[in-house]
């Protein structure tokens, strides 16, 4: 008689296959304003449960990027696919796995943390009692439950930051993107974002697309994609990117693969 075969532990978050659909994946995308040309053949992917750090400097064309893959500008040239999907051709299918954190605050500050979580769920459809549950799961998991009754208009910066990724995780997306998440907080509110969203990866296996131009925020670990006045300069895990520029560390590969100069406060 064969033994059953193992029941697979939930718990157990797989590791990336580098077979597997990746998450996001960007394929020779060009965007202009006018004359102005913002992205220029741009393909890169970020695979399932990794974390991607798009690094650039003011202007390098990442919020352009993001404006793209989230439908607010239609695609001019190139494909941008989520899990597979053609966001131009399905974009029901594609959005609903993707959860997005905006550069500008977009809450309600006059609704309670709570209110501001049940509304983003009814627009994805979530039934009232699922949006309660999963609103208060997320706060706790944020360690904001005793302020759920609060106007968010009393939150410090960074617990509406941590409250805007618990509502992009409300309808429970595989892939989110997050447009310099950090930027205005102390170094103890953007210490714990970036772990929060690092956990999301490690644990959950959800796909990060993190846009910054601060050096400090990428492990070697990461992938990275530098991009810059609308091209990908690197790409690949950040310990190659820093090696094939010859560079010890990603600052100064930054600065080799950019000809910029270094920036005061460790940023790009
Ligand atoms: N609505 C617009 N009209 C004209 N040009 C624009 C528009 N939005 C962005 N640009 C230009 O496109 C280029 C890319 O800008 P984008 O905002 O995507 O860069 P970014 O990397 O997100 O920079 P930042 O971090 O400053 O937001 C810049 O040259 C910018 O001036």
Excluded: C
């Excluded at 741009?42 to 974390?51: G, I, R, T």
């Excluded at 650039?56 to 695609?75: D, E, H, Q, V, Y």
């Excluded at 509110?189 to 644990?203: F, G, H, K």
């Amino acid at each position: 008689m064969t033994s059953p075969a193992p029941i697979p532990d939930p718990r157990e978050v797989p590791r990336p296959d580098p077979a597997a659909v990746p998450a996001l994946s960007i394929d020779g995308v060009s965007h202009s304003y006018g004359s102005r040309r913002a992205l220029i053949d741009v393909s890169f992917n970020v695979q399932p449960a990794s974390f991607t750090a798009l690094l650039g400097l003011n202007g390098a064309g990442k919020s352009t990027l993001f404006s793209l893959i989230t439908r607010l500008f239609g695609i001019q040239t190139g494909r941008v696919g989520i899990f597979g999907h053609d966001v131009s051709k399905r974009p029901g299918e594609a959005l609903r796995l993707l959860g997005v954190v905006f550069q500008p605050r977009t809450l309600d500050l006059d609704l309670s943390l709570t209110q501001n979580l049940l509304y983003h769920a009814a627009l994805h459809g979530i039934s009232r009692r699922e949006a309660a549950t999963r609103s208060a799961e997320l706060l706790g998991r944020i360690g904001l439950s005793d302020r759920a009754g609060s106007k968010v208009r009393d939150l410090s910066g960074g617990q509406m930051r941590r409250l805007e990724i618990a509502r992009a995780l409300l309808h429970r997306p595989r892939l989110l993107l997050l447009d310099e998440p950090t930027v205005g907080l102390d170094v103890k509110a953007r210490a714990d974002i970036i772990s929060q969203v690092r956990r999301l990866v490690t644990e959950q296996g959800i796909g990060v697309l993190w846009a910054t131009h601060l050096f400090d925020e990428i492990m070697p670990s990461d992938d990275l994609v530098v991009l810059h006045q609308g091209q990908v300069l690197a790409q690949g895990p950040m310990s190659r990117v820093v090696t094939e520029a010859g560079a010890q560390d990603v600052n100064t590969a930054f600065m080799r693969l950019t000809g910029a100069q270094t920036m005061p406060g460790g940023g790009a």
